[in-house]
Structures are given as structure tokens and as C-alpha cells.
């Protein structure tokens, strides 16, 4: 699915996306934006909780400036849903992991969804 991430710009199923973007188990590849470039509070994560998934992993850019406040994380968790935080390169490398292994390990597709800030 995630081909490729480089600096500004991640590679998804052959098209190359140059904003940050929402990434869902089904493959739909959505805008994602925020109030703040480098700030990730609920409102930012609001439209990815009410889709209900199982997992959700934010790519915090190349180097990890992006910040998921507290509020966010305790938001998701609230939900039951799982958490991943990691640098870009390597969220969306998890994202594709868990998004495989899924049906392979377990015979059904895990609903997962990344949310990549591709710069900073």
C-alpha cells in the first residue's frame, strides 16, 4: 500500500501525494488537515476516531517535530483503540505491517488507519 515516504511527499498504491494525508485499511487516501502545522490535538484526530478502528498510527514527519498532545492520545485510547506514534519513515513501515499481517495472521482485514505529516 505505502510505497514510499521521502521528505514532503509518500507514495501510495503508484500515486505520490505531496500534503499530509489519511490513510485507511480499505485503501481510500484522504487530506488530513490540521489547525496547526506542527501541533496534533483532538480536533485533528475527531474524523479518524468516528470511523471506529481498530488501530490508528501518526507519522509525526521526518524528523518528529509533530506533536500528539496528551489530549489526543488519552481521546483515542478512551476509544479502545490502539496507538502508535513514530517518526514517518517508520509509522508508515508499521502501518504496512499491520495492515498485511492482518490477513495474512488472522484471515480478516484489521481496521487500521495512518495519519502522515510528511515534512518536519
Known amino acids: 500500500m505505502i510505497e514510499e515516504y521521502k521528505f514532503g511527499s ?34 485533528d ?20 517535530i509533530a506533536q500528539v ?15 502508535v506514534i513514530d517518526r514517518t519513515e517508520q509509522a508508515s513501515k508499521t502501518f504496512n505491517i499491520i495492515n498485511e499481517d492482518s490477513i495474512e495472521e488472522e484471515g480478516r482485514q484489521e481496521k487500521i488507519i495512518g495519519l502522515f505529516h510528511l515534512t518536519c
Open 45 to 64: 484526530v475527531q474524523r479518524v476516531i468516528e470511523e471506529s478502528p481498530e488501530t490508528i498510527v501518526i507519522g509525526t514527519g521526518e524528523l518528529g
Open 10 to 43: 509518500i507514495k501510495i498504491d503508484g500515486r505520490t501525494y505531496n500534503d499530509d494525508v489519511e490513510v485507511r485499511w480499505t485503501g481510500e487516501v484522504l487530506e488530513w488537515p490540521r489547525k496547526k502545522s506542527h501541533v496534533i490535538d483532538v480536533e
Open 69 to 83: 498532545t496528551e489530549n489526543a492520545q488519552k481521546e483515542i485510547q478512551s476509544k479502545g483503540i490502539k496507538l
